[in-house]
């Protein structure tokens, strides 16, 4: 009867932790965009690209957008930019755009560009790359973190890490 009793006990504290972490992250946190959500924090941003010049998001507008917040010193970024290159030869006639947005100097991402033979854009986002990472979903504000943004602009998908090309190509293959 008295491990019963324990096993009770247990039971109600893993329920009452688990909901406190739950009110704790609804309420505590900041208020990060959800899947469904429009993407205005992203879509609406002009960054430099390698060269200088700046680029609107907004000029991809109407397309599956995979905006990858990277940095050439990012062993897990550098691994899935091969992948992103791939798919954006394989998909772009159909609506594809990937965009690089670099947590690094325009030098570096030249350079790590043209050794992988990049065709998708890179953008400059700098470390303030980092805080527009964090209001998209970003918490930990670690790299990769990718977004992947809709035709009609809403987030369809976020994730920190890298991606899967399993999972990617299916993400990809429902909005295209």
Known sequence: MN?????????????????????GRE???????????????????????????????????GKVIVANFWATWCAPCREEMPMFVRLQREHADKGLQFVGIAVDDAGKVRQFAQEINLNYPALIGGYGAMELSKTLGNSLMALPFTVIVDRQGR??????????EEQLTRIIGHLL
Do not use: C, E, N, Y
Request: charged fraction near 10%; hydrophobic fraction near 55%; avoid cysteine.
């Open 155 to 164: 987030i369809a998908h976020t994730q920190l890490g890298p991606l899967k």
């Open 3 to 23: 491990a019963w009793r324990w096993a009770l006990f247990g039971g109600l504290a893993a329920v009452a932790l688990a909901a406190g972490l739950w009110v």
């Open 27 to 61: 309420t505590l946190l900041p208020d990060t965009p959800r899947v469904g959500q429009s993407a205005g924090a992203l879509v609406g941003i002009a960054l430099p690209d390698v060269d200088g010049k700046s680029q609107a998001m907004t000029q991809w507008s």
